[in-house]
């Protein structure tokens, strides 16, 4: 096993490497705290070394002889990203407007789409499913207060 990286895993781990130390430079300005009392600079150091850590992984994983002749890696699933992206837009954009059962609804039915496999009844109950999910959660659970519906 040796280590070989191609020029589309450095730069992909770069970006981690950047987003990573941004998140945790930005959650040194907050208090961090400890374990046991947090702060509101906990998560972002944490998630920012932890993407930091990703990086370093993704540079240095080893490359087996089995994985240099499987060839290239297959080209990116256009369909799911432009589908999840359009999911996410959804949710900020019917969040807001309209409460949070569309916007999850919608949401989780886009990102299912991306998908070729999922059928389209697939896709509703899983939103349906999740959308219940997240009211029963958030809203029953733990209590907080997020509109369901909203018109404008």
């Known amino acids: 096993m040796h280590f070989k ?12 490497m950047s987003i990573g130390a941004a998140a945790a430079w930005g959650g040194t300005h907050y208090t961090i705290g400890t374990l046991g009392r947090m702060g509101p600079g906990f998560f972002p150091v944490a998630l920012g070394c932890t993407l930091m850590l990703l990086a370093l992984l993704m540079v240095f994983t080893p490359v087996s002889a089995e994985d240099e002749e499987a060839g290239e890696a297959e080209p990116a699933n256009t369909r799911a990203w432009a589908f999840i992206t359009a999911g996410v837009v959804s949710f900020i954009v019917l969040g807001s407007m309209t409460g949070l059962v569309p916007g999850t609804f919608f949401l989780v039915l886009l990102a299912a789409m991306g998908d070729r496999g999922n059928s389209k009844r697939a896709c509703v109950l899983v939103a349906v499913g999740v959308t219940v999910l997240a009211v ?7 209590q907080i207060q997020i509109p369901l519906f909203t018109w404008m």
């Not at 990286?5 to 981690?16: D, M, P």
């Open 136 to 142: 029963v959660l958030f809203r029953l659970l733990l």
């Open 5 to 16: 990286t191609n020029r589309q895993e450095l730069l992909c781990a770069a970006l981690l």
